[in-house]
């Protein structure tokens, strides 16, 4: 049953690509309100709890929702589900194991450059972006004491939204809205999959293994 949920999940991320790189309204509309909580079906048969990650696999999906309606208002509430987002996941992982120093302060000094770039071009956006970057690059730093696969999946939501960041910025990437989906897409999968297959659920004080922005409406 979990492969059926995973598979579903990357025939639908396969349709969103599509639906993005075709600008395919109605494609997007269909496919992108579904990558969180086919995700959610996944970790929900593999643990049989909710816990942080699945609250913020559910916030995840208001705010894809959200991000589709065009709109700064709508973009700012977008912001705000993913916010929690990060902060449910954020929550989960420090629970379960200390974030490794190195990885704390190189996603903190990674905050504070990019903030530092794009300050003066985000205008009316910098204060919710400090904010909802900071939470994001806490998360990818608690994600690296999870263990690899979940240190992979915060570092690509962290570049997913440093895209949108850019472009919110003024900052054109090519392809970028492909990029950010697909980022966006395999930081959820493998955050996912590498908490439903984390090897214990209890807090641990020991160092993890080494470890190894921002939001706009095209995500």
Same mark, same amino acid.
């Given at each position: 049953?979990?492969?059926?949920?995973?598979?579903?999940?990357?025939?639908?991320?396969?349709?969103?690509?599509?639906?993005?790189?075709?600008?395919?309204?109605?494609?997007?509309?269909?496919?992108?309100?579904?990558?969180?909580?086919?995700?959610?079906?996944?970790?929900?048969?593999?643990?049989?709890?909710?816990?942080?990650?699945?609250?913020?696999?559910?916030?995840?999906?208001?705010?894809?929702?959200?991000?589709?309606?065009?709109? =700064? *208002? @709508?973009? &700012?509430? #977008?912001?705000?589900?993913?916010?929690?987002?990060? +902060?449910?996941? !954020?929550? %989960?992982?420090?629970?379960?194991?200390?974030?490794?120093?190195?990885?704390?302060?190189?996603?903190?000094?990674?905050?504070?450059?990019?903030?530092?770039?794009?300050?003066?071009?985000?205008?009316?956006?910098?204060?919710?972006?400090?904010?909802?970057?900071?939470?994001?690059?806490?998360?990818?730093?608690?994600?690296?004491?999870?263990? =690899? *696969? @979940?240190? &992979?999946? #915060?570092?690509?939501?962290?570049?997913?939204?440093? +895209?949108?960041? !850019?472009? %919110?910025?003024?900052?054109?990437?090519?392809?970028?809205?492909?990029?950010?989906?697909?980022?966006?897409?395999?930081?959820?999968?493998?955050?996912?999959?590498?908490?439903?297959?984390?090897?214990?659920?209890?807090?641990?004080?020991?160092?993890?293994?080494?470890?190894?922005?921002?939001?706009?409406?095209?995500?």
């Amino acid at each position: 049953m979990r492969r059926r949920w995973l598979g579903a999940f990357g025939g639908v991320a396969a349709a969103e690509l599509v639906g993005v790189a075709f600008g395919l309204t109605a494609v997007q509309w269909l496919a992108k309100p579904l990558l969180a909580p086919l995700l959610l079906g996944y970790l929900y048969s593999a643990r049989r709890r909710v816990d942080p990650v699945a609250v913020g696999l559910v916030f995840a999906t208001a705010g894809d929702v959200a991000l589709l309606v065009p709109g =700064r *208002r @709508a973009f &700012l509430v #977008g912001m705000g589900c993913f916010l929690v987002t990060q +902060l449910a996941f !954020l929550t %989960a992982f420090v629970r379960h194991r200390r974030p490794p120093v190195p990885a704390v302060v190189a996603y903190l000094a990674l905050w504070a450059v990019a903030n530092a770039l794009l300050w003066g071009a985000l205008g009316p956006l910098r204060v919710p972006v400090l904010g909802y970057s900071l939470a994001l690059s806490l998360m990818a730093a608690a994600a690296a004491g999870v263990s =690899r *696969r @979940a240190a &992979l999946g #915060g570092a690509l939501f962290l570049g997913s939204d440093l +895209l949108i960041g !850019l472009g %919110a910025a003024g900052v054109a990437v090519p392809g970028q809205g492909l990029l950010v989906m697909a980022t966006y897409s395999a930081a959820l999968l493998l955050i996912t999959t590498a908490w439903a297959h984390r090897p214990t659920d209890g807090p641990s004080s020991t160092a993890a293994a080494p470890a190894v922005p921002i939001v706009h409406p095209s995500r």
